[in-house]
């Protein structure tokens, strides 16, 4: 993707040439790491790649820019798809990745605001990063400012009773300056979410907290575009992209395999992980 | 006569002796304090907001609320969103003063506050009312004994536990004023009124509020009075005791407590918290890597209370000046006897 100028707006067939960068440079990471989660990084990629390389106003070499848009992971497991965007975007040099969980890393096991340029948020404990979405949306709004704060959450996160706070606040504040985005890629830590704790009728659960409700195809790059697009428009009512998605997207022996949610690969998992992956262009 | 009190209000001096001093003093619940102050910082700084949990009629942030609306946020009964929402507020620049119970605040959001606000150090201010056993007849459930203690162990906290009405405004302006989470702690019940506006208050320095070279009793919070008071009594009996009012916990004022141990050769501490972590841990860890004179604790045993009037429950567990008179007794038998086997051992 070395041709991409990515301080323009990239078009679908260019996002998709990045999401396979990055689902490279997740497995990268990792592999390196030999730690991390690779499943929840890669079914959030396309995801990613529309807000950082099309959605957001943001400028790479200002992160601290007062009004950029906001992002944050909440399910902060997944950093090596932030990570992977953010280096990517140009927020600082590839030569990190190879660093993640390394010591003296700035690309910490979880997200690190005051480490990594672009982080807008210090996540990993699971349910705080909507919350903080949430200050966020109200303090822009206070101050007249006119960003806009995205958030990924994950299925399994549901289950933590903060995000339910989160969402009841949000359609109190009529929060239209915040957008969820929901990875739902029915796996957690244990085993599928169904067998841990199911969710229940999730699209139902949304409306009946006041929210506005999408729901797209998380890896189809048209969809997520338009679902992101959309959303910004939506006014006085908190809107949630209902993302349906594929657990270790784009590298079949993790596709849908609970063990995959954080286990590294070996070298050869490693080759063969990026293969399939550089395939998808083919 | 030079008087050894410093800042003291000259009708709180002139009474202390009395025997129905705490029955009859003036006093403030320092929640209200807190809420009254906010007023104030919300004229001089724009970027002062303030959050509640439905406490807006406990801690009288409604009447904030009433003046502010557009500056106010209740979040209702979800203290973990609250705080979590709060160091998202703080990265947009707004300094946030996230208001509460301090049970729910340090203990069901501890998560929240260790790695959403003091992990990135946002400019959080955590104002927890009902610390401490403040809450007399709320119960166990309400008294948060252990609230210090917890807060004090994460990396880069602030602690402050003030002792009446004026130093907890003063309290509430440096705050606001410090970059980077703070603590707060308030009492639910009322305590005394104790200082003069002269009192120099600044975090992280502790203020001699009386002088004495028999010993040093350091108190905070509530337990300010008692002490003041402990010490009126000691000094009929020809004991003079210096008090130092340790409103800020953490960081501590080193330099005082060594300075105290230097020139009164022995320790008091007095906290309405659990013995465990608090000030008494604060100031014997410093002893012991320093100067590991004989020291004594007033504060929480290893037990719950209960329901009660606030005196008579803090009474019961040992907390009031009663108590700190016995410790001091014990502390000076053992200053002596420690003097003397180093005399021996000298001789």
Redesign the interface.
């Known amino acids: 993707m070395n041709d991409l100028d990515v301080s323009k707006s990239l078009s679908v067939p260019e996002l998709k040439r990045v999401a396979v960068q990055m689902r490279k440079d997740i497995l990268y990471m990792i592999y390196e790491a030999q730690a991390g989660h690779p499943g929840g990084s890669l079914s959030a990629t396309d995801i990613l790649a529309a807000l950082y390389f099309r959605i957001m106003r943001i400028d790479p070499t200002n992160p601290e820019w007062?009004d950029r848009d906001?992002f944050i992971l909440s399910k902060g497991h997944a950093c090596p798809v932030w990570y992977a965007a953010l280096a990517n975007r140009g927020y600082y040099d590839r030569s990190h990745l190879g660093t993640l969980r390394k010591l003296n890393s700035i690309l910490q096991g979880h997200a690190?605001?005051?480490k990594t340029p672009g982080v807008?948020?210090?996540v990993?404990?699971l349910?705080?990063?909507i919350?903080?979405?949430?200050?966020?949306?109200?303090?822009?709004r206070?101050?007249k400012?006119d960003f806009h704060v995205w958030v990924v959450i994950g299925d399994g996160e549901m289950q933590e009773?903060?995000v339910w706070?989160?969402a009841?606040?949000a359609a109190?504040?009529k929060l239209d300056n915040m957008t969820v985005i929901l990875d739902l890629n029915r796996i957690q830590n244990d085993d599928f979410v169904e067998n841990t704790m199911p969710l229940g009728q999730v699209q139902e659960k949304w409306q009946a907290f006041g929210w506005n409700t999408i729901c797209i195809n998380g890896h189809d790059m048209q969809a997520v575009v338009d679902a992101l697009e959309e959303a910004a428009t939506i006014k006085g009512i908190p809107t949630i992209i209902i993302a349906d998605t594929v657990k270790g997207k784009g590298v079949s022996f993790m596709e849908n395999v609970p063990a995959w949610h954080g286990a590294a690969p070996n070298a050869e998992q490693y080759e063969q992980a990026i293969r399939e992956v550089e395939g998808a262009l083919i | 006569m030079i008087s050894p009190y410093h800042f003291l209000l000259p009708e709180v001096e002139s009474v202390l002796l009395n025997s129905d001093f705490f029955k009859t003093t003036k006093k403030h619940a320092t929640r209200y304090s807190y809420s009254e102050a906010l007023f104030e910082v919300a004229e001089i700084n724009p970027k002062v907001v303030v959050l509640d949990v439905d406490v807006g009629k406990s801690l009288k942030t409604n009447e904030f609320a009433k003046k502010y609306p557009h500056r106010s946020f209740n979040f209702g009964i979800a203290e973990q969103n609250m705080m979590a929402a709060a160091a998202g507020m703080a990265t947009t620049g707004l300094i946030p003063f996230a208001s509460g119970y301090a049970m729910f605040l340090s203990m069901r959001a501890l998560d929240q506050v260790r790695n959403s606000v003091h992990y990135p150090h946002l400019n959080v201010k955590i104002a927890a009312s009902h610390s401490g056993i403040t809450p007399g007849p709320d119960g166990v459930t309400h008294q948060a004994q252990e609230d210090l203690s917890i807060i004090r162990t994460i990396a880069g906290s602030c602690v402050i536990a003030p002792a009446d009405h004026v130093t907890t405004k003063m309290a509430v302006h440096a705050m606001a004023e410090y970059d980077g989470p703070v603590y707060l702690s308030l009492t639910r019940d009322p305590v005394p009124y104790l200082y003069t506006s002269d009192y120099p208050f600044e975090i992280g320095r502790m203020v001699t509020v009386r002088e004495g070279s028999d010993l040093t009793i350091i108190a905070n919070r509530d337990l300010v009075a008692h002490a003041l008071v402990a010490a009126a009594q000691l000094s009929g009996q020809g004991i003079e005791a210096r008090v130092l009012d340790c409103h800020t916990i953490k960081p501590l004022d080193e330099e005082a407590v060594l300075k105290a141990a230097r020139e009164t050769g022995c320790i008091v501490t007095a906290e309405n918290n659990v013995i465990f972590g608090g000030l008494g841990s604060a100031v014997a860890e410093l002893l012991v890597e320093n100067d590991p004179i004989p020291m004594q604790r007033i504060g929480v045993r290893d037990t719950f209370a209960e329901s009660g009037p606030y005196y008579e429950v803090i009474d019961k567990y040992g907390l009031t000046f009663p108590h700190i008179m016995q410790a001091a007794q014990k502390v000076l038998d053992r200053k002596h006897a420690f003097n003397n086997q180093m005399a021996k051992g000298e001789a």
């Open positions: 007062e906001r690190d605001m005051k807008d948020m210090t990993g404990s349910g705080q990063g919350c903080a979405g949430v200050g966020m949306a109200l303090g822009a206070f101050q400012k009773g903060s706070e989160a009841m606040s109190k504040w």
